[in-house]
């Protein structure tokens, strides 16, 4: 059975930083895909960046230039480095893992709420 266990959130005041880290356990195959969503309340969850097992790298609109996802597959480890926090990030942050080739399966942690706020 895989496990995926967040940690990393808090509260942060606007322009700050945090990193999340997403640790999964268990038997693993490749190629995947590990990327964090992030749900705000009344809305919608939402995908907000991609790594690859061959790190190759995709992030959502509202993210680019100020969000940094990396893993270290050596320790089946998955980060987001946050910075320049806006309120409008405010969301409880989930980590995903899913395969990108047959069988499929997919993971969700349980997440971690980051809040941003003065």
């Known amino acids: 059975q895989v496990q995926l266990v967040e940690s990393g959130g808090g509260l942060v005041q606007p322009g700050g930083s945090l990193r999340l880290s997403c640790a999964a356990s268990?038997?693993?195959?490749?190629?995947?895909?590990m990327e964090w969503y992030r749900q705000a309340p009344g809305k919608q969850r939402e995908l907000v960046a991609t790594?690859?097992?061959?790190?190759?790298?995709n992030y959502a609109d509202s993210v680019k230039g100020r969000f940094t996802v990396s893993r270290d597959n050596a320790k089946s480890t998955v980060y987001l480095q946050m910075n320049s926090l806006k309120p409008e990030d405010t969301a409880v942050y989930y980590c995903?893992?899913?395969?990108?080739?047959?069988?499929?399966?997919?993971?969700w942690g349980q997440g971690t709420q980051v809040t941003v706020s003065s």
């Open positions: 268990g038997r693993i195959s490749s190629p995947n895909a």
């Open positions: 995903h893992l899913r395969s990108t080739v047959l069988p499929i399966y997919n993971y």
């Open positions: 790594i690859t097992s061959g790190s190759s790298t």
